[in-house]
């Protein structure tokens, strides 16, 4: 399997930490007092098996899979916690973690997300007991209010012998406590494959730990919100919770399918486009809200010459971010001035890289011209309501015109916006009534091909993934969807995964049907 040893970092690895104290927020993670961290040689994991030579996510298919993945107690916030040094590796790349722990020891088990056989997870690595120790308090940027750990590190691994795919890490506390943290192992080149792309400034962008995300101050006030955050800090909740809600279950329908895959992230693509060459699909996945400049017009670029494009989500490309240096690795801060624009220090030097919403002034670019849909507003719960059911997206679902399929609009919405850029020909599948602040829309998935042949189609609602799972013991935020959405979104996302595997879809399906100005006459 490729198992080389963790290797603790000491004392002589520790930083002077900034000493601020913040309201509140972080007394309750109980980060206090220095102590030592050590971790001993590691072993393999029980039951596991040697990694496919090719590294290939297709060869981990059918392999047996570790049913116990799952987080069983999460216990209080200051249990365990931890971040990684970076947000993806390429196979065999060295990782460091930094973890606080109120137990005396914890172990680290990597599994990797996947079909096998239902059982959606395989045990890949696993650490010794790792002595724990409680972390210092983090540290508080005050100009961009930016909460920053910057621990020491605990432990260093490598993953040599790990297949490309997306990871959980899963620290378990002698306590019985558990916190997941999420690591994409990369792929570096994506010809013929499709690839999933994540969404960590996303994750980044809500997360909470500390008391700060960009969008609440630790007095939960939108003006206090951070202007800036720093993947240099854990991740709130269970530690993976937009990955699990939003991203999870598309990854496991993708590598049951057998389609060849190839992983990566949005923060890579902001860097390196290399891995979209001569994709088939890239697929972004349902919550993917912050894009830098460099994503959107790498993932534009690959449209163009022929990758199709598909957004299983809403919201998606809504936000222009920059990606800044953290403490020891560059790309490790998300900067979002949003409505605080005119204090960007870009604003007048560089408007393009101006971090407001993509549609907004000093350089508007709506999303619509690549996602064919312009995101609307929240909250909303609403009827997906099936509109074109001849399309071939929906091959196999048995729908007909006007079929709905409750609560799988929301909780955000896109639509076919007239007036918005959009490409042509655009064709909209599900037109959806829905109402969202006292105000009546309605929410659109679209189809449309480029004029490379790429096709391109988005669900316009944010619920999608998570209807992947409704119904299901993993479907506890499911919103009361049921089977039978379950079923539906199942088969139109196999159709479309399937479809945009071979290659760009209008030379093998039918070209998008233009529609928007008849649905949308008479102000519908």
């Given at each position: 399997?490729?198992?080389?040893?963790?290797?603790?970092?000491?004392?002589?690895?520790?930083?002077?930490?900034?000493?601020?104290?913040?309201?509140?927020?972080c007394a309750g993670l109980g980060l206090a007092s220095v102590t030592a961290a050590g971790c001993d040689r590691t072993t393999p994991p029980r039951g596991s098996h040697p990694a496919a030579a090719s590294g290939?996510?297709?060869?981990?298919?059918?392999?047996?899979?570790?049913?116990?993945?799952?987080?069983?107690?999460?216990?209080?916030?200051?249990?365990?916690?931890?971040?990684?040094?970076?947000?993806?590796?390429?196979?065999?790349?060295?990782?460091?973690?930094?973890?606080?722990?109120?137990?005396?020891?914890?172990?680290?088990?990597?599994?990797?997300?996947?079909?096998?056989?239902?059982?959606?997870?395989?045990?890949?690595?696993?650490?010794?007991?790792?002595?724990?120790?409680?972390?210092?308090?983090?540290?508080?940027?005050?100009?961009?209010?930016?909460?920053?750990?910057?621990?020491?590190?605990?432990?260093?691994?490598?993953?040599?012998?790990?297949?490309?795919?997306?990871?959980?890490?899963?620290?378990?506390?002698?306590?019985?406590?558990?916190?997941?943290?999420?690591?994409?192992?990369?792929?570096?080149?994506?010809?013929?494959?499709?690839?999933?792309?994540?969404?960590?400034?996303?994750?980044?962008?809500?997360?909470?730990?500390?008391?700060?995300?960009?969008?609440?101050?630790?007095?939960?006030?939108?003006?206090?919100?951070?202007?800036?955050?720093?993947?240099?800090?854990?991740?709130?909740?269970?530690?993976?919770?937009?990955?699990?809600?939003?991203?999870?279950?598309?990854?496991?329908?993708?590598?049951?399918?057998?389609?060849?895959?190839?992983?990566?992230?949005?923060?890579?693509?902001?860097?390196?486009?290399?891995?979209?060459?001569?994709?088939?699909?890239?697929?972004?996945?349902?919550?993917?809200?912050?894009?830098?400049?460099?994503?959107?017009?790498?993932?534009?670029?690959?449209?163009?010459?022929?990758?199709?494009?598909?957004?299983?989500?809403?919201?998606?490309?809504?936000?222009?971010?920059?990606?800044?240096?953290?403490?020891?690795?560059?790309?490790?801060?998300?900067v979002c001035y949003k409505s605080a624009v005119r204090a960007d220090p870009f604003y007048t030097t560089r408007p393009a890289l101006v971090t407001t919403d993509f549609r907004q002034a000093p350089a508007p670019?709506?999303?619509?011209?690549?996602?064919?849909?312009?995101?609307?507003?929240?909250?909303?719960?609403?009827?997906?309501?099936?509109?074109?059911?001849?399309?071939?997206?929906?091959?196999?679902?048995?729908?007909?015109?006007?079929?709905?399929?409750?609560?799988?609009?929301?909780?955000?919405?896109?639509?076919?916006?007239?007036?918005?850029?959009?490409?042509?020909?655009?064709?909209?599948?599900?037109?959806?009534?829905?109402?969202?602040?006292?105000?009546?829309?309605?929410?659109?998935?679209?189809?449309?091909?480029?004029?490379?042949?790429?096709?391109?189609?988005?669900?316009?609602?944010?619920?999608?993934?998570?209807?992947?799972?409704?119904?299901?013991?993993?479907?506890?935020?499911?919103?009361?969807?049921?089977?039978?959405?379950?079923?539906?979104?199942?088969?139109?996302?196999?159709?479309?995964?399937?479809?945009?595997?071979?290659?760009?879809?209008?030379?093998?399906?039918?070209?998008?049907?233009?529609?928007?100005?008849?649905?949308?006459?008479?102000?519908?």
């Open positions: 399997m490729g198992v080389d040893s963790a290797r603790p970092e000491g004392p002589e690895h520790e930083r002077r930490l900034g000493r601020r104290r913040f309201v509140g927020a290939r996510p297709e060869a981990e298919r059918d392999r047996p899979g570790t049913p116990d993945w799952r987080i069983t107690s999460r216990g209080p916030a200051p249990a365990v916690a931890g971040y990684a040094d970076r947000v993806s590796v390429t196979p065999g790349e060295e990782c460091g973690l930094y973890v606080s722990t109120t137990a005396a020891s914890f172990r680290v088990s990597a599994f990797r997300v996947g079909w096998y056989g239902g059982a959606q997870a395989r045990l890949v690595w696993s650490s010794e007991r790792v002595r724990g120790r409680v972390q210092p308090e983090p540290r508080f940027l005050a100009e961009t209010r930016t909460v920053r750990a910057d621990w020491p590190r605990t432990l260093t691994f490598d993953t040599a012998g790990w297949p490309e795919g997306a990871y959980l890490l899963r620290l378990e506390a002698d306590s019985g406590h558990q916190r997941y943290l999420p690591l994409i192992v990369r792929s570096t080149r994506g010809t013929g494959r499709t690839v999933l792309v994540h969404a960590p400034a996303t994750w980044q962008a809500y997360n909470r730990w500390g008391g700060y995300s960009l969008y609440a101050g630790a007095s939960g006030a939108y003006a206090t919100r951070s202007l800036a955050v720093s993947f240099d800090r854990p991740y709130d909740a269970d530690g993976a919770e937009k990955f699990m809600v939003y991203e999870r279950a598309a990854v496991v329908l993708a590598e049951r399918l057998g389609i060849p895959l190839a992983y990566t992230t949005g923060t890579d693509v902001h860097r390196d486009p290399e891995v979209l060459r001569g994709a088939a699909t890239v697929v972004c996945l349902g919550h993917d809200e912050y894009w830098t400049s460099e994503q959107r017009r790498h993932v534009t670029a690959a449209r163009d010459a022929g990758t199709n494009v598909l957004f299983l989500g809403a919201n998606t490309c809504f936000r222009r971010v920059r990606l800044e240096q953290g403490e020891t690795r560059p790309d490790r801060t998300v670019d709506p999303e619509s011209s690549l996602t064919g849909v312009l995101y609307e507003g929240y909250p909303t719960d609403a009827p997906y309501v099936v509109h074109t059911a001849d399309h071939w997206l929906y091959e196999g679902t048995g729908v007909r015109p006007g079929d709905g399929f409750d609560h799988l609009v929301g909780v955000e919405y896109d639509r076919v916006t007239p007036g918005a850029p959009v490409p042509e020909p655009l064709e909209i599948t599900a037109h959806s009534p829905l109402t969202c602040g006292g105000r009546r829309s309605h929410s659109d998935s679209a189809y449309y091909t480029a004029g490379s042949g790429a096709g391109v189609f988005a669900t316009g609602t944010m619920r999608w993934v998570e209807a992947l799972m409704a119904g299901t013991p993993d479907g506890g935020r499911d919103h009361g969807m049921d089977a039978r959405t379950r079923a539906f979104v199942t088969r139109t996302t196999e159709n479309v995964l399937r479809a945009f595997a071979e290659g760009p879809a209008a030379r093998h399906r039918p070209a998008a049907r233009p529609n928007a100005s008849e649905v949308y006459k008479a102000g519908a």
